[in-house]
């Protein structure tokens, strides 16, 4: 069984990953939150149009960072709907350069293969 601990390494390594990840991208979401929670005085702000823009951008930053940050702790509780969820993170991550996309096609050249997923249910099941 030496794939299996193989993959059990790159599972737990992907979870640590993605938690971090997570962490550092809902920052970003909370500073645009905070500085543009309220609609800002147009003689001394932006326009409203980009307060409502920069809102949208931190909401999307926070919603990706829950989504990785599900996905890693899934994936290190070695829940059966982890690695799915951790694919399709993956593939959202992809256009966050460069750390996304290091992150992204690390996921998917980990959890896509289908004998990664013959190994990942053998995992999940027996946790």
């Known amino acids: 069984m030496p794939a299996a601990s193989r993959l059990g390494g790159h599972i737990r390594l992907l979870g640590i990953l993605w938690i971090a990840l997570s962490a550092f991208r809902v920052i ?3 500073v645009l939150i905070a500085l543009f929670h309220h609609d800002v005085d147009v003689e001394f702000g932006p326009p409203p149009v980009v307060c409502g823009l920069l809102r949208g951008v931190a909401v999307a930053l926070i919603l990706g960072a829950l989504l990785g940050l599900l996905a890693g702790v899934g994936l290190l509780q070695r829940q059966s709907w982890a690695r799915m969820l951790a694919i399709v993170v993956g593939v959202i991550g992809l256009v966050d350069m460069p750390f996304g996309t290091a992150l992204g096609i690390y996921t998917l050249w980990v959890l ?4 990664s997923e013959e190994e990942y249910r053998q995992i999940a099941g027996s946790s």
């Open 28 to 30: 970003p979401g909370l």
């Open 112 to 115: 896509l293969p289908a004998r």
